[in-house]
């Protein structure tokens, strides 16, 4: 038997039940829907369908044969895929199309329809096969992929509108910022000035952008110090921070400025860019020295009167009739202990603005160590009458500092030492040798203070909290100690215990403050 | 010993009388003066043995007086005590070449002191 001849079914004799059994087990066997309908019956109905159609579809064969195609549209009848169909099926065309159908359960698919007339001999169209495939899966990926395209294309124009946001913000900070900002490329060139730059010194953007940072303004941006920060600092040391550089400029006069500057490493566009921000400090120097001369002025027409008042009560001390009363003398001692203090606030107030703005200077010069400090216990004693001063140890040396500054440091512990401790007797003061230094104990056996207190008692204007309404003062003069003992090289510091006491030591170094340099 | 004459220069009246006070206690004459201007001419009629002088004063100021001293021959020797409530005015007053520095407000037995030490 052979059912095939040259490939093909043999349509003939013996063979022709097989070959027709065969070739409709290969329909059925196929994956894709097939479908014949009769175009010479009205409406042209569906006369035969594979097993695929029907799994394809969810109907089964007897709902499906008789029916004409159109009833897989279910409702969906506007799809022009349909107008194209009617088109072929009036013409006798073949056609291919992918139109929405919808299963038994009404669930959408996409089928993808193969559509072929099938001819007489006179050429007339008898039938029409559909080969059908469910491509839903194929357009579900079709239509994600479209719709990630577009995502993606959304998410990029947002990305570029949020970039061209941040950039515009940016660029409004550097403008708004009150300092002066350059940007150069490697070979110190001006990509960029802000307005704050432009402003300050008094130039265009057309002057400066894309000029050479040395050459702006007639070179007058050649500035030594400037050239020395960009290429012989800022390649070690990035970045640079508060390089003070003064300059007279032509036509703006001396400016006193604060530079920072940072190169760039990212990797990128931006390598090697230099940032340059420049501070005019020039008003804020000019406004500490007035404030120091204010005050230098101040304190000094304050003392002058006071002159004259601490004058005038030394004599009426000195003319006391001896029959005076006790409370007659207290009085003029209370009075002459005020007008003391007075003079000493008006010292700090000058000491606490010239050590801020850093211009206090030391007069440095060897003196003996030990009669310093006993000259000054002698001088407190003298007017402590309800405590004792008790000195102890020797040093026997003689150091290189500046004399009216410690005896300020010693004067002040000692003070101290008595306005803390109204109630003890005894204050203790130790000197002794400690390697290069000479070391001050002043012992006090006081109020005390807690271990919080201790950490703050050296910042300027700070009161021990309990000490705040029980005794007097601005908190200025501890501050002024440890000033002067850190610009001595020397270190000043507390122990103390609540209700016990405290002990201020400071050392300093006998050979002066250069002495460890060498 | 003898009275001496000390002339005293300060713009301020309140020190000026509070000084002639205090120093009366010398025994010695006080010629006060509130006009740095005059004290060329006061130092020419009253031949001082001692000078006090202010150091900030209008027009004159005390360095300049004190560096006309040192610098005329006739004077050059005369004690000077410089006095001043400014911080910097020991320097001046070591720069000038004065005898003595005191700071104001001053002490009592310590101005005592040094004029004594200086007539």
């Not at chain 1, 007339?124 to 994600?144: A, L």
């Not at chain 1, 103390?496 to 002066?512: A, C, D, M, V, W």
Request: glycine share 6%; charged share 25%; with cysteine.
């Amino acid at each position: 038997m052979n059912t095939f001849e040259r490939g093909k079914f043999l349509f003939s004799g013996a063979t022709k039940n097989e070959s027709f059994e065969l070739l409709t087990k290969a329909l059925d066997a196929s994956i894709s829907g097939i479908i014949i309908t009769d175009n010479s019956q009205p409406d042209n109905p569906i006369v035969y369908c594979n097993g695929a159609f029907e799994s394809m579809s969810g109907y089964s064969r007897n709902e499906i044969i008789g029916h004409n195609c159109r009833f897989l549209q279910a409702d969906d009848r506007s799809q022009k895929e349909r107008e194209i169909l009617a088109k072929a099926v009036n013409e006798g065309l073949g056609c291919t199309v992918e139109i929405r159908n919808y299963k038994k359960n009404g669930d959408l698919f996409w089928n993808e329809l193969y559509m072929s007339p099938v001819k007489d001999g006179d050429g007339k169209v008898t039938h029409f096969i559909g080969v059908q495939n469910d491509v839903t899966y194929r357009k579900k990926v079709e239509h994600d992929l479209r719709q990630q395209k577009a995502n993606m294309e959304k998410m990029v124009e947002e990305r570029t509108l949020a970039l061209r946001d941040s950039e515009a913000f940016l660029t409004s900070i550097i403008e708004t910022v009150r300092e002066g900002l350059l940007v150069l490329d490697p070979n110190f060139t001006v990509l960029s000035a802000n307005y704050h730059f432009l402003k300050t010194f008094k130039v265009t953007v057309e002057e400066t952008v894309g000029k050479q940072l040395y050459a702006l303004g007639n070179n007058q941006w050649d500035i030594p110090l400037l050239r020395n920060l960009l290429v012989k600092i800022l390649p070690t040391n990035n970045p640079v921070v508060d390089f003070e550089v003064e300059h007279e400029f032509p036509h703006i006069g001396k400016k006193l400025m604060l530079l920072n500057a940072y190169r760039i490493e990212l990797e990128g566009q931006f390598k090697d860019q230099i940032l340059l921000a420049i501070e005019d400090i020039t008003e804020r120097k000019e406004i500490e020295r007035r404030k120091d001369d204010f005050l230098s002025i101040a304190s000094h027409e304050l003392k002058t009167p006071l002159t004259t008042i601490k004058g005038y009560m030394q004599v009426i001390e000195r003319s006391l009739p001896s029959e005076a009363s006790e409370k007659f003398k207290s009085t003029i001692g209370k009075v002459s202990q005020y007008v003391e203090r007075l003079n000493n606030l008006i010292s700090e107030l000058l000491d606490v603005s010239r050590i801020q703005t850093g211009n206090i200077e030391l007069h440095e010069a060897r003196f003996e160590f030990d009669k310093m400090v006993s000259d000054v216990v002698d001088g407190i004693q003298s007017s402590a009458h309800n405590h004792k001063i008790i000195l102890k140890g020797k040093t026997n040396t003689s150091i290189l500092a500046d004399e009216t500054h410690i005896i300020q440091v010693l004067n002040n512990l000692l003070s101290n030492a008595i306005k803390y401790g109204p109630d003890s007797e005894i204050i203790e003061v130790n000197i002794s040798n400690v390697s290069e230094y000479v070391k001050v104990s002043v012992k006090d056996f006081g109020v005390g203070m807690s271990a919080q207190d201790t950490k703050r008692v050296f910042e300027r204007f700070f009161r021990g909290s309990e000490i705040q309404q029980r005794f007097p003062g601005m908190g200025i003069g501890l501050y002024v100690c440890d000033q002067i003992i850190k610009n001595h090289k020397g270190t000043l510091w507390v122990e103390s215990q609540k209700g016990k006491g405290s002990i201020f030591s400071f050392t300093l170094p006998k050979n002066g403050k250069g002495s460890d340099e060498q | 010993m003898s009275s001496k004459n000390i002339l005293i220069c300060d713009d301020d009246e309140g020190i000026l009388d509070v000084l002639e006070l205090i120093l009366e206690e010398t025994g010695h004459t006080i010629i006060p003066e509130k006009n740095s201007l005059n004290v060329r001419s006061l130092i020419e009629k009253k031949m001082p043995d001692l000078i006090i002088l202010d150091l900030w004063m209008p027009v004159l100021s005390g360095d300049q007086i004190l560096q006309m001293i040192r610098t005329t021959p006739a004077y050059k020797h005369l004690p000077v005590i410089m006095i001043s409530a400014s911080r910097d005015g020991e320097q001046i007053a070591n720069d000038h070449f004065a005898s003595a520095f005191i700071a104001k407000p001053f002490d009592y037995d310590n101005l005592i002191a040094q004029v004594r030490k200086l007539i």
